[in-house]
């Protein structure tokens, strides 16, 4: 799977409008791996330093909600978990987001 740019709103879009974005839990997984940062973060460095990109740290957030909208500034001593690998992790955000879709609507 690429790891460019993924448009994570694509799927919201509805007559030129966006629809507001659920809360995707990811499960987790024996091969996820645990930090414990040791500095100020954020998700889009994590996500560049695991995933290669730094454009999928939506999917850190997603495997931590405990941390609600704090990505901007994570604190040292913070636990987080990576979920890992990224293709499996991308492939079960798309059918949750797929059957969101299915079950909510838009």
Do not use: C, W
């Amino acid at each position: 799977m690429a790891r460019g740019y993924f448009d994570r709103y694509k799927s919201f879009k509805f007559d030129g409008n966006i629809k507001p974005v659920p809360f995707i839990q990811l499960d987790i997984k024996p091969t996820d791996e645990y930090i414990i940062t040791k500095e100020n973060t954020r998700f889009d460095i994590l996500s560049q330093r695991y995933f290669g990109t730094a454009t999928h740290g939506f999917l850190i957030l997603q495997a931590n909600p405990e941390l609600g909208s704090l990505e901007n500034d994570i604190k040292p001593g913070t636990r987080i978990r990576i979920p890992l690998p990224f293709n499996d992790t991308m492939v079960e955000y798309n059918e949750k987001v797929k059957n969101h879709i299915k079950y909510y609507g838009l």
